[in-house]
């Protein structure tokens, strides 16, 4: 994974968090302005006609492990898994479409096919400082839902902003990620919501959960516990 780009002090919030063997770090600056390197940088690496109204290209959310691995959030991989060369939802939904949005120019005016509601499956970018060094599995294993209902102190708290795209007035297209570290365990939540007004709604959630689980051992002598 390259390297995420470098922070403009003056205008971004930066936050780090050490638990235990983990650092979480989160990011949120300004919008991609309309010219400049990151601009360059996404239209040079994106294959999309168009961006978002609004994307950060500083924002990020990343948890690093010590040794070196970790998971990291951010825009401009997650518009990378939008499709550039067709239109999905306007083919899945063409006779609602056509009926619920026969007044809308924007869609009437598509004519470079593509996913113009942003939906993107993202899910992380794993990252690792020694290549080859990870490995990633499948898993049966499943969040402890009643954990995190527990109400346990919260110690850090962010939600950081990657995209948004108000789909020229016709619903809403949004994707954010959120982390919350507890004593002994975090839970981080990216979330995709696209809204087409009187079309559709869909939810793409991505949930990581980590618990932090002791073991301790303890002896005496008899005499001693006297």
Request: glycine share 2%; aromatic share 10%; charged share 25%.
């Amino acid at each position: 994974m390259e390297p995420a780009p470098p922070v403009h002090k003056k205008s971004a919030t930066q936050q780090t968090f050490q638990f235990g063997p983990w650092t979480i770090t989160s990011c949120k600056s300004h919008i991609l302005e309309s010219e400049g390197s990151h601009r360059e940088k996404f239209e040079r690496e994106l294959e999309l006609p168009q961006l978002p109204e609004m994307v950060f290209p500083e924002n990020f959310l990343r948890i690093h492990h010590k040794s070196g691995c970790g998971v990291e959030f951010n825009a401009l991989d997650a518009l990378r898994l939008v499709d550039a060369h067709s239109d999905p939802i306007k083919v899945a939904v063409s006779r609602e479409w056509q009926t619920s949005r026969s007044d809308c120019e924007h869609i009437k005016n598509v004519i470079s096919p593509f996913d113009w509601t942003f939906t993107t499956a993202y899910r992380g970018t794993i990252f690792e400082e020694t290549p080859n060094t990870l490995k990633v599995e499948q898993t049966s294993e499943r969040i402890d839902i009643e954990k995190l209902k527990q109400r346990d102190p919260i110690q850090f708290y962010d939600d950081v902003l990657l995209f948004e795209d108000e789909l020229s007035d016709n619903g809403t297209s949004m994707l954010n990620v959120k982390v919350r570290v507890m004593p002994t365990s975090f839970f981080v939540l990216m979330r995709f919501f696209v809204r087409v007004d009187q079309v559709l709604i869909r939810v793409n959630d991505t949930r990581l959960y980590h618990e932090v689980r002791l073991h301790v051992s303890s002896s005496s002598s008899f005499a001693r516990l006297k």
